[in-house]
Antibody
Framework: QVQLVQSGAEVKKPGASVKVSCKAS????????ISWVRQAPGQGLEWMGW????????NYAQKLQGRVTMTTDTSTSTAYMELRSLRSDDTAVYYC???????????????WGQGTLVTVSS | DIQMTQSPSSLSASVGDRVTITCQAS??????LNWYQQKPGKAPKLLIY???NLETGVPSRFSGSGSGTDFTFTISSLQPEDIATYYC??????????FGQGTKLEIK
């Protein structure tokens, strides 16, 4: 069965960086993309960006350009999302999701990780 | 960026009721519209893709329709387990793909 298992909760100080991992299993990793979506406490969903597990192409939300980097390691079927220069308003649950778009993203997200809470606080 | 306006923001209905949520795009997005269900403390779940296609394993009481700028999500007969927040999501114009602000559905 398809599973996406994310790394554990993080507490970071403002200005620091965080790297969240998302290990995929149960499907051919390189046949899909991975999108990252975050949700601030009590708020709605915000798409952060997409990466092709096939060729590494990325597509980031403009508001995060320059602060976010998404990568994959096909040898371990793991996707990573790094967010730098953290601010208090980056406090959120971060989700990875399998994206059916392998070449050009993003489209629809049919399986999701369990979420990783990132807290930014001094 | 394409804005997605979802309404209502909250809704209270009785078990067995027909429930309808609408999502309006700020420009034509064809049928590039998906619907998700999110229960408290859980990850979202894909219910409907490309405006009207039911995701595998999703009960048939859920349906979607629309194209262009106006879309509708319907639960034909509300069940207690349908209590959740529902989001629409467009992917016609990237980046970004965008979500509606959500509709919180409660039992009356």
């Amino acid at each position: 069965q398809v599973q996406l298992v994310q790394s554990g909760a993080e507490v970071k100080k403002p200005g620091a960086s965080v790297k969240v991992s998302c290990k995929a299993s149960g499907y051919t990793f390189t046949s899909y993309g991975i999108s990252w979506v975050r949700q601030a406490p009590g708020q709605g969903l915000e798409w952060m960006g997409w990466i092709s597990a096939y060729n590494g192409n990325t597509n980031y939300a403009q508001k995060l350009q320059g602060r976010v980097t998404m990568t994959t390691d096909t040898s371990t079927s793991t996707a990573y999302m790094e967010l730098r220069s953290l601010r208090s308003d980056d406090t959120a649950v971060y989700y990875c999701a399998r994206d059916v778009a392998a070449i050009v993203g993003a489209t629809r997200f049919d399986y999701w990780g369990q979420g990783t809470l990132v807290t930014v606080s001094s | 960026d394409i804005q997605m306006t979802q309404s209502p923001s909250s809704l209270s209905a009785s078990v067995g009721d027909r429930v309808t949520i609408t999502c309006q795009a700020s420009q034509d997005i064809s049928n590039y519209l998906n619907w998700y269900q999110q229960k408290p403390g859980k990850a979202p779940k894909l219910l409907i893709y490309d405006a009207s296609n039911l995701e595998t394993g999703v009960p048939s009481r859920f349906s979607g329709s629309g194209s262009g700028t106006d879309f509708t999500f319907t639960i034909s007969s509300l069940q207690p387990e349908d209590i959740a927040t529902y989001y629409c999501q467009q992917y016609d114009n990237l980046p970004p793909c965008t979500f509606g602000q959500g509709t919180k559905l409660e039992i009356k």
